[in-house]
Structure formats: C-alpha cells, structure tokens
C-alpha cells in the first residue's frame, strides 16, 4: 500500500494514545516466558512483539522472526540457555544480512549449542537448548547493545547468573540501563559499573503486575509535526516523566524548536508556539540513534542545517539508515553528506514537490518523512510498514487533520 499525504493548515491538535513501547514489551515477554507470574499490561501491538510473543510459544521446530532484529537477538540467548530447546531460527532476507556473530561468539563462550546453517556470522541460526557450564563472558560493547541485553535477560535463570565484561565504547548505554532497571523493578539483583555487569540469580518471582510505559520513539513523529507547524497541543498517553527510555531526550532537543513537554498525569502534553528556528542543530544520538531519522526529516521541513553523530548503528537496522536518509533526502533537493558515524544535511531553499519516499522495509523511514506533510504533498510507498512498531500510525495522522489518501 502507497499514501498520498497532505495537510491545510499550520496547527495541529488532538488527543491520542499510543501504543507500548516496543523495547520494554520485548524485554518483559523474554522475561515472562523465564517466570511466568509476571503479568504484562499495555503491551506493544507491534507486528515485532506479536512476532516475539509467538515465538515463545514454541521451543522446537522452525521460528520465522521475518523483520525483527530485537527478536532475533533476544530468542538466540533465550533458546539457547533453555535445555531442551531445539528451533532453527531464521527471519527475512534482510535479516540474514544483518550480524549475530558477536552474540553467538558469546553464547558458545558459555557453553551455548548454535550453528550457523548458510552464512558465517548471520541467521538462520541452529540453536539446541542446554545448561551453561560458565558465568562470566566477555563482549564488545561498540556494535549493538542489544547483544548485550539479550545475556542480560536470560542471566536470572542461569543457576550463577552472569558476569558481562564490555569492552570498548559502550553504544546506547540508555537501552543497557533500560534492562537493569526492568530487571530491578522485578527484584532481581544486578549492578552495572566500570564496564561490568553482573546479574544475580533467581529462583522466583513475586507475582508482579508491570505496565509498560508507551513508545517514545513514536511520540518522535509527534515532536516531529509539532516543531514542523506553527502551532500545536498534542496530547500523548501513557508515559511518564521518569521514563526508562533513552529516546525521552526528545524533550530536551525538540527545544530547539519551540516544542515545549509537561505532563499532566501520565499524559505527555506537547505544545508549540511560533518561535525564531534555530540555523543549525548538532546532536550526538549515540544513545538514542532510533531518532535521527526524525530529527533529520524535521531540519529538512524547517530549512536548518544540522549535523548528526553517534550513528554507527543505523548502517545495521531494518536497512542502511543513513544510505537511505541520504537517497530520500536529497529527492527533495536536500543536499546530504554521510559516513560511517555522521550525517550532515544542508536543505534546499524550497523542497521539492510530489515526491515519492522509498521506505527499504524501514518502519521509521516511513513515519519519520510523513511529517513533510505539512508543508508539500507527498507520497510513501510500501506505508504498510509502519505495523513493524506503530500499526495505527496513518489513522492517528487522519485525526490530526491529515488527508491520508491510500493505493495499492
């Protein structure tokens, strides 16, 4: 399915409610499925945690993840640490293309069972269930901190929990944190210091509900529209001003362009008034990359130069992120330098119109463009994408006044 994307005015204003974070959904199922008592309320409806759930109902056979990296990573640790376990874990095209090699590397340190069935280093992985005869493992932390998160996971159930030793410059230390902090809350016991994480077992769990805070990267597109019109009051439910999420550090950097964030309850109310826009932004997303192809797209719509680091991480998501920012960008006259770690843009005088935006089975290339809406029409293909992380995205876009006209 194609979108046509328009918008006639220069405010915007609702009240929606927007779907539970995917990273703290996933994080809590894998800990759910180790001990059951946990129960889970405002889950993420994404196809990636409905893909997660799935999986975890099934500890033999074929496990198809498609497009969800999370998953993957996680179900190779969980798999892998639960005797008797016996699955061939694959996904999409894509997803074959994208390394596990550092997180298998640490499984079989452990004492893990997991074989590479095509190519050295990449799904689909062979993976049979046992105990592990270590407690300690060492990881480089500069690639993905889901690797890391995915031992951090599954160390309550290991008979001595688990010792993670990082080396290197620890990536998106905030998702890192997250799991400690999901972990605590359930009273497990587990310390993060110097470069070391250590995990203490668990037995039980007390019977615990845990409601999960929703998506912060969503409410990016929010920010996003809001700093792109005049004027706005976006009301965003639930979250909270003490967040797990690295990416509430929208709040802080949407500043810059007139977004100001309260919060009333666990309502997340966002409001803009005309203001001076800044002539450029630099921001190092080191710890929240998921949001520069947002703040991207929004210096783009608003004419601002800016400069973004920290982003070696995006060239190993749904596509090559900053390839792709890159290519789309520059359709609307934009002009776009990038390298391993960096993107610099320097918009056009006027965007160009009636573009159509290539998404690379990218959910968040997709939602970060349609905020362009506002100020030129324009197209997206392949707009289905968004059920990776955010289903009712262009319905949400429709009751901001949106016109959201669909083709196939």
């Given amino acids: 399915m194609n979108v046509q994307l328009s918008h006639s005015h220069n405010t915007l204003q609702g009240d929606l409610e927007i779907t539970g974070s995917k990273s703290e959904s996933n ?51 969980y798999y892998a640490a639960l005797p008797g376990s016996d699955v061939i874990l694959t996904g999409s095209g894509r997803m074959k293309e994208r390394p596990v090699k550092l997180l298998v590397d640490a499984l079989r340190s452990l004492g893990a069972d997991i074989d590479y069935l095509e190519n050295e280093g990449f799904p689909p992985l062979k993976i049979k269930g046992k105990k592990f005869v270590e407690n300690t493992v060492g990881l480089k932390a500069n690639i993905s901190s889901q690797y890391i998160s995915a031992l951090m996971l599954i160390a309550p159930s290991l008979p001595d929990g688990l010792e993670i030793i990082l080396d290197g410059q620890i990536t998106s230390v905030p998702y890192i944190t997250m799991t400690l902090d999901l972990l605590t809350s359930l009273g497990i016991k587990g310390t993060f210091q110097d470069k070391v994480i250590r995990i203490e077992p668990a037995s039980t769990i007390k019977n615990v509900t845990i409601g999960i805070e929703s998506d912060w990267s969503s409410a990016s597109y929010f920010y996003s529209l809001a700093a792109i019109c005049e004027t706005a009051v976006i009301r965003l439910s639930n979250y909270r001003s003490n967040s797990l999420q690295g990416d509430s550090c929208l709040a802080e950097i949407y500043k810059h362009f007139g977004v100001f964030s309260r919060f009333k309850g666990n309502t997340l109310i966002l409001e803009k008034n005309p203001c001076k826009k800044p002539r450029r932004i630099h921001e190092d997303l080191k710890n929240s990359p998921d949001i520069a192809q947002t703040i991207a797209v929004t210096c783009l719509a608003l004419g601002v130069d800016c400069e973004l680091a920290g982003l070696h991480t995006l060239k190993i998501k749904e596509t090559d992120r900053l390839v792709a920012l890159k290519t789309e960008m520059e359709k609307f006259g934009a002009k776009v330098e990038i390298t391993q770690d960096n993107l610099k843009l320097k918009p056009p005088a006027a965007l160009n119109k009636n573009v159509l935006v290539s998404t690379y089975n990218d959910h968040r290339m997709a939602m970060a463009f349609a905020p362009l809406g506002l100020k030129i029409p324009l197209g997206v293909e392949d707009a289905d994408v968004v059920s990776k992380s955010y289903p009712e995205f262009w319905e949400h876009l429709e009751k901001l006044g949106f016109k959201v006209e669909k083709s196939r």
Avoid: C
């Fill in 27 to 77: 994080r809590m199922l894998i800990l759910q499925a180790q001990f059951p008592n946990i129960i889970l309320e405002n889950l993420s409806n994404s196809d990636d945690t409905r893909v997660l759930q799935k999986a975890l109902a099934t500890h033999t056979g074929t496990v198809d993840i498609h497009h969800a990296g999370t998953a993957m990573r996680f179900l190779t640790a």
